[in-house]
């Protein structure tokens, strides 16, 4: 069972039956997922007692989330239209043209040169059976200073296509239209939270 750290004491002094019962309340009855069948298995915040209701009002929207939820999608959905602006687009072209001349695989976002380090250090983990296995010291050495290398390039990069700053203030001008467009959804929304 999982208390909040202010309620220990209060739980402590309950007995056994009331124990269970403020357990219930908090977390409520959602099955855990069986093992091997996680992929099939859906969270149910209905399910989920106190904690499943907080969850809802304050990371699914509540009610308030619901009755915004196309315009929350539409906010969501401002950072992908943003980095596929033609400016976006070629600067991070540019940048990836500049690691690619400096002797690395093809990225073509900037995140996907964090994603392959971590599947250089996953390889040196995994055994033949994709069981964990010890790792070879000197072969993560190699990688650490494969790592401090890429990093170094990439900040070369960064700097030598304006990547980062090109790509910040084109989201700024995707924000900014949005809100634009959008004044009086946005202001209702606000307003509508605040009479929670």
């Known amino acids: 069972m999982r208390f909040q750290e202010s309620n220990a004491e209060y739980v402590a002094a309950l007995s056994p039956v009331e124990r269970e ?20 298995w859906t969270y149910a915040w209905e399910q989920n007692g106190c904690t499943g209701q907080a969850t809802y009002e304050v990371y699914l929207g509540g009610a308030v989330g619901e009755q915004f939820a196309a315009l929350k999608d539409e906010a969501s959905a401002v950072w992908g239209q943003a980095m596929a602006d033609p400016a976006a687009v070629a600067a991070r072209a ?49 990688l650490r200073q494969t790592e401090i290398d890429l990093a170094l390039a990439d900040l070369d990069c960064q700097e030598a296509t304006d990547v980062e700053r090109i790509e910040r203030e084109t989201y700024l001008e995707y924000q900014q239209e949005f809100v634009d467009a959008h004044r009086a959804e946005l202001d209702a929304w606000v307003e509508r939270w605040a009479e929670q």
């Open 21 to 40: 019962a403020y357990s219930a309340a908090l977390e409520g009855d959602q099955p855990e997922p069986e093992p091997g069948k996680e992929a099939e």
């Open 94 to 142: 540019a940048w990836d043209v500049c690691l690619v001349d400096a002797g690395y695989p093809r990225f073509v976002e900037r995140f996907d040169a964090e994603d392959w380090i971590s599947e250089q250090a996953n390889a040196l983990q995994a055994g033949p059976d994709g069981e964990w296995v010890p790792t070879d010291p000197e072969a993560l050495a190699d």
